[in-house]
């Protein structure tokens, strides 16, 4: 057996140490990756997702500490994937999310891996996706994402998760800007954390004034749950709320979302390999190089020269 | 696709002491010098570290000390990462260590103890010439 299939095997049993093991092949996107999510793609589609972005403060990794609490008392198995920004400048990264989680990390049913976002737009890391795969492979009722404090432009989640939460808190600054323009449409769910706080209702309704001037057509209303993340108080009703939309999901819309996820992801992979090959083929035959020149010497322009080479190779 | 790897590195706290001036100190320099840090927080179990340090697939464990419990944590967390089979992964202490444990500690498979003061330039040196080469 090569090291791969033995890796998938031990994924497949839901062993910890090759679930880790295998995170970090799609992560560093060894050459193995592509055949390792090739063998346990046939596993995936059995977890439920849930993705959880807000800004940075909200209190996102003390509130899924409390709903892995509850996942178990309730007797599922969960995985967690938590994303913390990689610096542009050097490259490193402080994974500190796992601090909130820790009394879990002795749990048995449950996987907990930090992930830094190696510089990937959008709020997750490029491997999330295949790293969620993996939990999946392994036998995780529920998989949680976590993305980086976000601020309006998060929106990746959507491509890996299936039940979005967008967490607030009052007294982040200007309330409900923050999770204004996109944020705002990807919900499926509002949690008002620290609800214990005076102006939380304040926040509350400033996301339902938000929702009414949303005329569009919707089978799913998004619900807002307050909570206290620090005690757990109002986190039953949250994952309530995600069995709701779960069911929902069945019977509506679960079919189209997959639909639309192995779209996005099939462009994706077709982009990825499609531009590798072709800078592969330019650099292999040194024309790269020259027009690089070119592009420096101010002869030409990235985009005319991009298009001008494109045009050579699909002739 | 890029591929690379990246040294990810667990920064953990054992025991019963709340000061973790060091432990941030260290986690930053690794940080800037492009790592990945992991930071457990404080009062660790030896399980709680070891089970993080396998679930996160680190390369370095570094293990901050001040409480002066190290001679009964130290072994224990060595224990379990032979146990659990994480047997290539460097592990470092630094913190408040006698002189006359150090010994001890490097018999039991800590590679290296940095005092009070040490360079961080001293530490990013080290992790980068004695990180296992992984393939």
């Known amino acids: ?315 | 696709m890029q591929s690379g790897r990246k040294i990810r590195v667990l920064i953990a706290k054992p025991g019963l002491d709340s000061h973790d001036r060091g432990a941030k100190v260290v986690a930053r320099a690794l940080r800037d010098a492009g790592m990945e840090v992991i930071y457990t927080g404080l009062r660790q179990t030896p399980e709680q570290i070891v089970e993080t340090a396998l679930q996160e697939d680190v390369d370095v464990i570094g293990l901050s000390i001040l409480s002066g419990a190290h001679m009964a944590l130290f072994p224990r967390i060595m224990e379990l990462l032979k146990e659990k089979g994480l047997t290539d992964v460097l592990v470092f202490a630094g913190g408040i260590i006698p002189e006359e444990d150090i010994p001890e500690l490097k018999k039991i498979g800590i590679k290296e103890v940095f005092g009070p003061g040490t360079p961080t330039e001293k530490i990013i040196k080290y992790v980068f010439e004695n990180a296992p080469k992984r393939a």
């Open chain 1, 1 to 315: 057996m090569s090291r791969v299939e033995e890796l998938v095997k031990g994924v497949l049993a839901g062993e910890k140490r090759s679930i880790a093991k295998a995170i970090t092949i799609v992560e560093n996107n060894q050459e193995e990756a592509q055949r390792l999510i090739a063998l346990i793609y046939p596993h995936t589609g059995k977890a439920h997702v849930i993705g959880l972005t807000g800004p940075g403060g909200a209190g996102k990794s003390t509130l899924i500490e409390k709903m892995i609490k509850e996942y178990r008392r309730r007797g599922k198995t969960v995985g967690v994937v938590a994303v913390d920004p990689t610096s542009p400048f050097t490259g490193g990264a402080f994974l500190g999310d796992r601090i909130r989680m820790q009394e879990l990390s002795t749990d048995e049913g449950v996987f907990i891996r930090s992930m830094a976002t190696r510089n990937n737009p959008g709020g997750i890391a490029k491997a999330t996706k295949d790293a969620v795969k993996i939990l999946d492979a392994a036998g995780k009722d529920v998989i949680i994402v976590e993305t980086v404090g976000a601020g309006q432009s998060e929106v990746e989640i959507v491509k890996v998760a299936q039940t979005i939460i967008v967490m607030h808190a009052p007294g982040l600054g200007d309330e409900i800007q923050a999770i204004k323009a996109g944020l705002m449409e990807i919900a499926d769910i509002f949690v008002v954390n620290k609800a214990d706080r005076e102006n939380s209702d304040k926040a509350v309704m400033d996301i339902q004034a938000m929702l009414q001037l949303d005329e569009r057509e919707k089978a799913w209303n998004p619900p807002i749950v307050k909570t206290v993340a620090l005690t757990g108080e109002g986190v039953p009703q949250l994952l309530e709320k995600i069995e709701e939309h779960r069911q929902f999901l069945q019977k509506e819309l679960l079919h189209k979302k997959s639909w639309e996820k192995a779209e996005a992801e099939l462009i994706e992979a077709i982009r990825d390999k499609v531009t590798s090959s072709i800078i592969e083929k330019l650099k292999r035959e040194r024309r790269f190089e020259k027009v690089l020149q070119q592009i420096v010497n101010r002869e030409i322009d990235p985009a005319t020269a991009a298009e001008k080479l494109l045009n050579q190779e699909l002739e």
